[in-house]
């Protein structure tokens, strides 16, 4: 304790221990023996106001987020009859036509010889080919979450922020508090690294100290 309290005086940090530990404690122990009164309403009226800023900060990344970086949770195989919601690409896809009019998927009986009628197809074949189409696909829901920083960084070609391991000895791709300062440094002009130190504090708050906000 004595070397303790000569560091303390010696780095002028002593009046700060007497009064944020020695003389606030008794206080907290009170605090803690009879309890806080709690407000149900206001609790909740922060809540949802703390989720609906949560939200518009994440719809906030996600405006930001390539659509290239996002990830894809289906892609159809025909194109659905309500594409609402639903993205599309130019790709080139896969078919089996008729080799002489060309109609997709052709059966036997197309290729069919008559005897008084004449089939123009009668000597076609299947064909496989490859042309330019639209391909439907739903994105995944968006979550700032660490597979998407990576994504992102990945799609604009920017080195992944590594930090050493001491445990596994080896380097660790981390997105951690520090790395995205030091993302801020690197790319002041990109308005994701600080929204998404953002959208952490507040989820910090919601999940800790506030209480998440569930709609009935
Ligand atoms: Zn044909």
Same mark, same amino acid.
């Given at each position: 304790?004595?070397?303790?309290?000569?560091? +303390?005086?010696?780095?002028?940090?002593?009046?700060?221990?007497?009064?944020?530990?020695?003389?606030?404690?008794? $206080?907290? $122990?009170?605090? =803690? =023996?009879?309890g806080?009164?709690? &407000?149900?309403?206001?609790?909740?009226?922060?809540?949802?106001?703390?989720?609906?800023? =949560?939200?518009?900060?994440?719809?906030?990344?996600?405006?930001?987020?390539?659509?290239?970086?996002?990830?894809?949770?289906?892609? @159809? !195989?025909?194109?659905?009859?309500?594409?609402?919601?639903?993205?599309?690409?130019? #790709? +080139?896809?896969? %078919?089996?036509?008729?080799? #002489?009019?060309?109609?997709?998927?052709?059966?036997?009986?197309?290729?069919?010889?008559?005897?008084? !009628?004449?089939?123009?197809?009668? &000597?076609?074949?299947? %064909?496989?080919?490859?042309?330019?189409g639209d391909?439907?696909?739903?994105?995944?829901? @968006?979550?700032p979450? %660490?597979? =998407? +920083?990576?994504? @992102?960084?990945?799609?604009?070609?920017?080195?992944?922020?590594?930090?050493?391991d001491? !445990?596994?000895?080896?380097?660790?791709?981390?997105?951690?508090?520090?790395?995205?300062?030091? +993302?801020?440094?690197?790319?002041p002009?990109d308005?994701?690294?600080?929204? $998404?130190?953002? @959208?952490?504090?507040?989820?910090?708050?919601?999940?800790?100290?506030?209480?998440r906000? $569930?709609?009935?």
């Open positions: 304790m004595r070397v303790i309290e000569e560091g +303390l005086c010696k780095a002028g940090l002593w009046d700060v221990y007497e009064r944020d530990v020695l003389q606030l404690d008794p $206080i907290l $122990i009170h605090m =803690q =023996q009879v806080m009164p709690l &407000d149900g309403e206001i609790r909740e009226d922060r809540a949802k106001k703390l989720a609906e800023k =949560q939200a518009a900060v994440k719809a906030e990344l996600e405006a930001l987020t390539p659509i290239e970086a996002r990830r894809i949770a289906h892609v @159809y !195989k025909k194109p659905p009859a309500d594409v609402t919601g639903l993205n599309h690409r130019e #790709v +080139l896809l896969r %078919r089996v036509r008729c080799s #002489v009019c060309g109609v997709e998927n052709p059966r036997k009986d197309h290729f069919k010889r008559f005897v008084k !009628k004449v089939n123009l197809c009668a &000597d076609a074949e299947r %064909r496989n080919c490859t042309e330019p391909e439907y696909y739903r994105l995944a829901d @968006y979550t979450s %660490r597979n =998407q +920083l990576i994504a @992102y960084h990945n799609h604009l070609n920017r080195a992944l922020p590594l930090v050493w001491r !445990k596994e000895r080896r380097h660790k791709v981390s997105f951690n508090e520090e790395q995205m300062k030091k +993302l801020i440094l690197k790319f002009c308005k994701m690294y600080p929204l $998404i130190l953002d @959208y952490r504090g507040l989820d910090k708050l919601a999940g800790t100290y506030i209480g906000y $569930i709609a009935d």
